[in-house]
């Protein structure tokens, strides 16, 4: 049973690996709630295992990051938003950077490279994330879509 749990496990690394090269499919507002949880969790998975010095195991839970963040990208660009297509682009740059990091042994250069990550969340929370004060649920401010 271990063994088989094992195989199971292997599969699906290898299977999400493959899925982290195809773009998530982002077509309206709950798909785009989705694909900023998935990144969520993504990046704080990814952060937490970094901070354990587990390097190969952050840069696993980060492989889900770039694909919601390109049907992000996408999103925006059916809806011709080219100063939010710009920031998705950022963000997915800052996190090839921080896959790239997390692949070697470096893992202070790792951590810059995360918060470089951080900053590009941020900056497009800052200009196009709203939070309902008494729910705490996220939306886009008005007039952003
Ligand atoms: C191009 C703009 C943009 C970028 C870049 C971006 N976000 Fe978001 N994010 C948003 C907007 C707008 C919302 C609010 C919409 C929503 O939550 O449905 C949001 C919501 C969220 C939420 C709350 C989801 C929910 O509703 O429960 C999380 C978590 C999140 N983002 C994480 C991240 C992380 C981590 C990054 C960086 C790797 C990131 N985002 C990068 C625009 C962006």
């Not at 982002?26 to 998975?45: E, F, P, S, T």
């Not at 295992?49 to 952050?58: I, P, R, W």
């Not at 390109?70 to 997915?92: D, H, W």
Request: glycine fraction near 10%; include cysteine; aromatic fraction near 4%.
């Amino acid at each position: 049973m271990g063994r088989f749990l094992a195989g199971v496990a292997v599969l699906s690394v290898v299977l999400a690996g493959s899925i982290g090269h195809a773009q998530m499919k982002v077509a309206n507002l709950d798909d785009y709630r989705k694909a900023m949880q998935a990144i969520g969790g993504a990046v704080g998975g990814a952060n937490k295992a970094l901070q354990g010095g587990m390097m190969a195991d952050a840069k696993k839970a980060l492989a889900a990051a770039k694909p919601n963040l390109m049907g992000v990208e996408a999103f925006f660009t059916a809806r011709s938003k080219p100063e939010l297509v710009a920031m998705a682009k950022t963000a997915i740059e800052k996190v090839d950077a921080l896959d790239k990091a997390l692949g070697g042994t470096d893992s202070a250069a790792a951590m810059a490279a995360f918060k470089e990550v951080g900053a590009t969340c941020q900056a497009c929370h800052a200009k196009a994330r709203d939070q309902d004060p008494n729910t705490k649920a996220y939306s886009f401010k008005p007039g952003i879509l």
